[in-house]
């Protein structure tokens, strides 16, 4: 599929790369990475920041599978928001501590994707896309109707409590280093699952799926597992929205917030490590900036979805990526 | 040893601070940031946009312009912002202006969902949250907070006015449209009660989205109820929608059955205009032309804005002009200190004669059960209402005991 | 009371078809519109919903600027989206036939957001109200219901227009030709025939079939810059169920699953916005290509 073929080239190149420029050069720039994000509430508004992991997280599990597994879901908002549900409901009304909330929304999260993958795994390309779609109209219906989830109110007044035990999350610098962790924990996963075996059956089915079915593997529990643990990721990082913002509403169902983590993922690299990450610090950052001023944000949001598709469809990572890579390969 | 007494030293110098800024500041006429910063939250694009939107903001200016735009010598400055009627970004909203922006104080904020989340906010920072949008009764209920105000009307005086006036007219069985969210329900529930005492019934109901354009199913489930009074427990867009559509499907023509909007605002009638919406029967909290103050204040605004004031709008001026006269009178602007003061003082203004303040912020003054004017009635543009019986206030609202807020007294 | 059919009043269970009947009609409309543009350029167009709610704008417009009253803006509505839609194909469609079709998709989810961001920033969100046509005001007493005139001209309109494009494709000669095209431009290419051009009147049609469909709906509904987004994405289901690319199917499941979710809002209301997706489910389940589709 000529959606990925381009970055997937590119990926593998970038793997070969990082080998080459040996392990210390990635390892100190990831150092390096990791002090800025443990200095950084001390300058920003930390909530602000929260708001860029959860969505970061988000946007990784989603390129786990678009960027690696060839699978355009438009759906993911529904494991997302259902996890913000599922954890806002437990912890405010079983009154859970906020770790069990998130773990069960993650957990249910995982129940719906193996539910909505073994459905929409079955059909390819545009058609998966448009069955993650309507799959996921059909939770924020639900997440409309059921009682626990209050319709347009959504669930309010959503105690952070105090994670372990031990730490009030109230105190934000105490939730910032929380969501870190999540987020750190996320992304070590995804990490960890794209240089695996399993990630590279994975990239052989994005490649050519009739070629790993005679190799002898079975496709389709492999798309499904991706799935799952691309549906898992996205209820982790919904779950820990909803004890950041203490509130689950529609909002995190709605179709326009898949679109939204196709655009970070879009616009910051598809198939890259670290291009959602970007990108979602960049939507996020947008939004925040244009929400003070008079520029209607959708409409800035849709200009840069279309000129990513038209002239930058690598992405800014995977955009970097390329050029250093035609520069190591000229030198 | 040294860092010890230098630990021991900071300590000291901190606690002296907190001491200092405790009370004894707070008597010195201390205003947090030096200036009072009020935010206007509400409905600016949407279908809450004509009852609120920047018609409030004008308001809360004419309040402040009252004070001379100072108050204890320092500058009362006013921004606003869309909530989109949606919670979350209300909620975020408001925490980024009173963590980042110094807010002291948030005005209006229709919707009753949106204000529920906001009241959340405000109650964890101890701020000020002054309520003249939304509905739900639950403001000052169950979801109380010390710092919260809830001004022009809620959905219990609605249902005392205008569900008490239909059952007596003979409009003893009813069924409901209901708005899908906080306010919507609370309506449905507050009015059932109040049919219920007075001796009707309630057959059915139906629950529709927020903004829906088509309410023609919800209209058929009604005609075939057979209910005498279909009560639309919705608001501002939704609430016109509703009646022009059940107009169109000519739900009134056959004259067994009435429309009761419970909650109608000046700017609905005038959107509607008086040939659709004569004789609906509503209940207001202020109508612009009651007495010669209201009708002097009124013209004002309506040089400013363009359009007379519902009493959303003339609520946050006189929201605006009480808080900032506890300011004054307490001399800083922290939060439960202004509160407390808020509460000491009774309102009096062009919108309330008399008004007290309940211990769960439930400002409680007159309301007024009106009827829209026939066309030929009218003695001219935004002649509107014909004022039917003034409801006194203790009548109208539930009392701090029945309201079920766990505050203290 | 005339008795009751399965313990629901006949007026209820009637009148919930009848509405049905209505929806439907603009389920038909939008998804073959959908379906005519996917089976010619194989995307497909997020940016249908849009459109959809700028043929209404744009008659309101005309309506409430120039005076250009219903009639006039029923002709030349569409032929304003349809001209916005040549344009939309030349400059950027045309450059993404040969990526992956997904791209198509992106491109035009970002042009919704464009359009309707673009209105929303403009007009607000709330609803301008465009007035019933003085011809077909009033409606007629049916006995379970009060049918008001303008719906029923909505399903009549609906209907023709559905089954003259049929017609059109299924039957005539520049019919053939398009579905030569889809199956292979090449050969059609070299039969002399202007295959690019083809392409894009084939996407204006599509979305001026949105466009009309939203000056039908301007009267009924409020003019609203979110009218379409919420309604695209049940059309969308409507194609999958359909087939995609079956125009047949994409008439068909339109006005049947518009009076699946009439007799839906009689029996169990709660469920009547989920079950079109319940649907999509079930048929995805039996028949992977929709009910009229083929497997390709």
Known sequence: MSLHSQSSGRASAKAAQASATGPTATRIGALVALAALLAVPFLLYPVFLMKVLCFALFACAFNLLIGFGGLLSFGHAAFFGSAAYVTAHTVKVWGLPPELGILLGTAASALLGILFGSIAIRRQGIYFAMITLALSQMVFFLALQLPFTHGEDGIQAVPRGVLFGVFDLNNPLAMYYTVLGVFLIGFAIIWRTVHSPFGQVLKAIRENEPRAISLGYRTDRYKLLAFVLSASLAGLAGGTKAIVFQLATLTDVTWQMSGEVVLMTLLGGMGTLTGPVIGAALVVTLENYLAATSLPVPVVIGCIFVACVLVFRRGIAGEIQARLGKKSRES | MIARLLAGAALAALTIGVLSTGPAAAQQGKLSGDMVKIGVLNDRSGLYADLGGEGSVIAARMAAEEFGNKILGKPIEIISADHQNKPDIGANLARQWIDQDGVDVIVDVPNSGVALAVQEVTKEKK????????????????????????????????????????????????????????FGHQLEADTSVEVKKAGGKVVGSVKAPLNTADFSSFLLQAQASGAKIVGLANAGGDTITSIKQASEFGLTQSGQQKLAGLLIFLSDVHALGLQVAQDLVLTTGFYWDRDDESRAWSKKFFDRYGKMPTMVQAGSYSAVRHYLKAIEAAGTDDGPTVAAKMKEMPVNDMFAKNGTILPNGRMVHDMYLARVKKPSESKGAWDYYQILRTIPGKEAFASFEESGCKLPK | MM?????????ALFGQLLLGLINGSFYALLSLGLAVIFGMLNVINFAHGALYMMGAFVAWLMLTQLGIGYWWALLLSPLIVGLFGVVLEKTLLSRLYKLDHLYGLLLTFGLALIVEGAFRHQYGVSGQPYPIPDALKGGQNLGFMFLPNYRGWVVVASLVVCISTWIAIEKTKLGAYLRAATENP???QAFGINVPRMITLTYAFGVALAGLAGVLAAPIYQVSPLMGSNLIIVVFAVVVIGGMGSILGAVLTGYGLGLLEGLTKVFYPEASNIVVFVIMVVVLMIKPAGLFGRER
Do not use: N
């Not at chain 2, 010390?146 to 069985?173: C, I, R």
């Open chain 3, 186 to 188: 090449v050969l059609v």
């Open chain 2, 127 to 182: 701020k000020i949250f002054l309520m003249e949008g939304p509905a739900t009764s639950r403001l000052t209920g169950d979801a109380c907070s010390p710092t919260g105000f809830h001004w022009p009307y809620d959905t219990h005086a609605l249902a005392v006015g205008t569900g008490q006036a239909m059952v007596k007219e003979g409009g003893d069985s009813w069924f409901f449209i209901t708005a899908d969210y906080a």
């Open chain 3, 3 to 11: 008795g009751t059919i399965f313990g629901i009043p006949p007026q």
